[in-house]
């Protein structure tokens, strides 16, 4: 096993068991296989986020059930199970500041980012444009070791997360929504 992943088998660790950029980035390209949940969604959310871009761009190429909806309500699944992961493993420092993201939505914008910039880099013909979106890329890698930095510091707090406004059932009508809580 990974010794930079071992930490992660002790629940104590608090936001040390949090997953360094090298390592997010890693899990999102499917490089580290360590069997941690964190891991295992951020992987999805790779896989997840690849193929809204294909399914966008080629929406007749793909299954009748991969659609951008079907994909966009999957990512939000995974988000939804690192929400609740990052509750009761992220220190909450009640005398932080409050990051405007969960960690949930924080990880599906790195790996979204991540699969924009790897999906330029492959079918782009501008070289500005595939630059620039591999220097985005390493912006938000960036932003993501500030945020763990400032978490593991307890000088933010993440919100806990909300899933907005869905359908109550499967198949309802736009009008319908979910009960507030």
């Known amino acids: 096993m990974n010794a930079g992943v071992a930490a992660f088998e002790d629940p ?3 936001s040390e068991s949090l997953l360094s950029p090298e390592q997010l980035l890693a899990a ?3 490089r580290l296989a360590e069997p941690f949940p964190l ?3 951020a992987r999805e959310l790779g896989d997840l986020h690849a193929a809204l871009i294909s399914a ?5 190429r793909n299954a009748p059930e991969v659609t951008e909806a079907a994909l966009c309500a999957e990512i939000a699944k995974v988000i939804d199970k690192i929400n609740s992961w990052a509750a009761s493993s992220v220190r909450h420092s009640r005398c932080a500041r409050r990051h405007t993201h969960t960690f949930g939505e924080v990880i599906s914008h790195v790996a979204k980012t991540y699969a924009e910039a790897w999906w ?6 501008c070289e500005d444009l595939r630059h620039s979106a ?3 890329l390493g912006e938000v890698r960036d932003g993501y070791a500030h945020l763990i930095s400032d978490i593991r510091a307890g000088r933010v707090q993440l919100p806990l997360g909300w899933r907005g406004i869905r359908p109550t059932q499967p198949g309802a009508g ?4 979910s009960p507030s809580p």
């Open 12 to 14: 104590a660790t608090d």
């Open 28 to 30: 999102i390209a499917g």
């Open 39 to 41: 891991i295992t969604w």
């Open 56 to 60: 966008v761009l080629n929406p007749l």
């Open 120 to 125: 330029t880099v492959l079918h782009s013909d």
């Open 134 to 136: 591999w220097v985005h």
């Open 174 to 177: 736009d009008h319908e929504t």
